[in-house]
């Protein structure tokens, strides 16, 4: 059993031990959001000085801004990036960000809850800031690329690309940020994130189709 470090300086490299303050940093504003993190918190969770916090970030507002750009918008930078490369296909474009959302998902499970906590919530902490960086990356490209597909007839005329994308956000994010709710529920390990996709793709389908 390893034991805990002591409070300190960690060894290893400068970059590696600030790679660890950041993603303790992420995994505590998620935990306990923004506003009620303090520093001394965060450095009490990997185990080091709050002095060690404060050398390499500075102040909280600094630390707040370095999980934003190394953490949350790279995540929706790759997003924008794959949906770039897909056609002008509707679905495909569907899938790409379902697939894409899940597998961000999946692998950051701090950003379920820092985005109902820090987005969602009245008072959050990037509500204000986050879609204005965030919305034009990948919400505005999904809809422009949705209503060229609806102008050219390949996706059904009674949908609106903006609730669309609205709508495809909260058929992904919801099932992750609840899902301490309904898997207590629905006790099925067989529902891991390939079946989620497949349900939600399924469930999509033949509602973007263009009627006959």
């Known amino acids: 059993m390893t034991r805990p470090r002591s ?31 303090s520093l001394r918190g965060i450095a009490q969770h990997a185990g080091v000085t709050p002095a060690l916090v404060n050398y390499y970030f500075g102040n909280k507002e600094r630390l707040v801004d370095a999980m934003l750009e190394e953490r949350l918008l790279p995540l929706f930078q790759g997003m924008a990036e794959r949906l770039q490369e897909v056609g002008d296909d509707p679905f495909a474009l569907v899938s790409a ?13 701090w950003l379920p809850p820092l985005w109902v906590r820090e987005v969602l919530c009245e008072g959050g902490a990037l509500r204000e800031l986050l879609p204005g960086r965030f919305a034009p990356m990948v919400p505005v490209l999904l809809a422009q690329r949705f209503a060229a597909a609806q102008a050219g007839g390949r ?6 690309p903006r609730l669309l994308v609205v709508s495809l956000v909260g058929l992904v994010m919801l099932p992750y940020a609840a899902g301490p709710v309904w898997r207590g529920i629905f006790a099925s390990p067989e529902l891991g994130d390939e079946a989620m996709v497949k349900h939600i ?12």
């Open 7 to 37: 409070p300190g300086r960690p060894t290893g490299d400068s970059q590696l031990q600030r790679e660890r303050l950041l993603d303790a940093a992420t995994h505590t504003f998620a935990q306990l959001g923004i506003h009620a993190a």
């Open 97 to 109: 960000f379902v697939r894409g959302m899940s597998a961000n998902l999946s692998r950051n499970p």
């Open 155 to 160: 996706l059904n005329p009674d949908l609106d």
């Open 201 to 212: 793709l399924a469930l999509l389908e033949r509602g973007l189709e263009v009627k006959p």
